[in-house]
């Protein structure tokens, strides 16, 4: 008898060892090109800066992921590549030659341009994989523009999870009921005051809602507001996460009970 037992206690140390080995077996590799031009002590200068997480796995197909990914990044150029870096050689040589053609008519220009993308995974927590694509842009005027857009990926049935597919209309009335009150909290707002009074705004006669853009990450579900999304440009992106343990039972056993 006792035999048995350490053959067994074996074999479940082995798929214990196995399924460990399975979960960990995601890798990112880290790729980070720029590119500058001009004299930026003088003010006339441009620079371009991409930053790109790329996955490998023996045990999971996430080429997937990379291929989406690379369409994130800034490409108007009409013309194929093979990678990353061909890719950010080619949109930094257009870039800085509009740079260049844009002083050489004003002369007396030294306002310096900046153009940054980032790729980048946030965390894995199988089956799921969360990624945000941040651009950043300075060509002129007041400030720079900021977005932020977050993905979660299934890399066990190769998807992208979409917010209105994946959750029913209830659980979404759930999810704001919650976001709003973590969104009043946040910003000391009144439960008995009106969230445009507080400099909110969410379409005419709209109540809270929360947008599509989100992560699902270990501890819970993350949005972000991008800004003048819902809110003016000073008050920046917006955050609201959920805990998991607030989440409606229903989207915690979606996502949590796999």
Same mark, same amino acid.
């Given at each position: 008898m006792k035999k048995y037992l350490i053959v067994f206690t074996a074999l479940l140390l082995l798929s214990a060892c196995s399924q460990s080995k399975k979960e960990n077996d995601i890798k990112v590799f880290?790729?980070?090109?720029?590119?500058?031009?001009?004299?930026?002590?003088?003010?006339?200068?441009?620079?371009?800066?991409?930053?790109? +997480?790329?996955?490998?796995?023996?045990?999971? +197909?996430?080429? /997937?992921?990379? #291929?989406?990914?690379?369409?994130?990044?800034?490409? +108007?150029?009409?013309?194929?590549?093979?990678? !990353?870096?061909?890719?950010?050689?080619?949109?930094?040589?257009?870039?800085?030659?509009?740079?260049?053609? /844009?002083?050489? +008519?004003?002369?007396?220009?030294?306002?310096?341009?900046?153009?940054?993308?980032? !790729?980048?995974?946030?965390?894995?927590?199988?089956?799921?994989?969360?990624?945000? /694509?941040?651009?950043?842009? !300075?060509?002129?005027?007041?400030?720079?523009?900021?977005?932020?857009?977050?993905?979660? /990926?299934?890399?066990? #049935?190769?998807t992208i999870l979409e917010y209105d597919k994946l959750f029913t209309d209830q659980e979404k009335s759930a999810l704001d009921e919650i976001g709003e009150k973590i969104l009043r909290a946040k910003y000391k707002v009144k439960e008995n005051e009106k969230l445009t009074d507080a400099g909110f705004w969410f379409g005419k006669n709209k109540g809270f809602s929360l947008n599509g853009n989100f992560l699902i990450l270990h501890d819970g579900l993350k949005f972000l507001f991008n800004q003048y999304e819902i809110a003016p440009y000073s008050m920046g992106q917006i955050e609201i996460f959920i805990p998991k343990e607030k989440l409606p039972e229903s989207v915690r056993e979606k996502l949590y009970a796999k």
């Open positions: 880290t790729i980070e090109k720029k590119a500058e031009w001009g004299n930026c002590d003088e003010g006339a200068c441009v620079t371009i800066s991409f930053s790109y +997480d790329s996955l490998a796995s023996q045990n999971y +197909d996430v080429d /997937f992921i990379n #291929n989406f990914s690379l369409t994130l990044f800034k490409n +108007d150029l009409k013309q194929k590549f093979s990678g !990353f870096k061909e890719l950010f050689k080619k949109v930094s040589q257009k870039f800085i030659s509009e740079y260049r053609d /844009f002083i050489n +008519d004003m002369p007396d220009y030294k306002v310096p341009w900046d153009y940054r993308e980032k !790729f980048e995974v946030i965390e894995i927590n199988l089956p799921y994989v969360a990624a945000q /694509f941040d651009f950043y842009s !300075f060509t002129g005027g007041a400030h720079g523009n900021t977005t932020t857009n977050y993905y979660n /990926f299934d890399v066990e #049935n190769q």
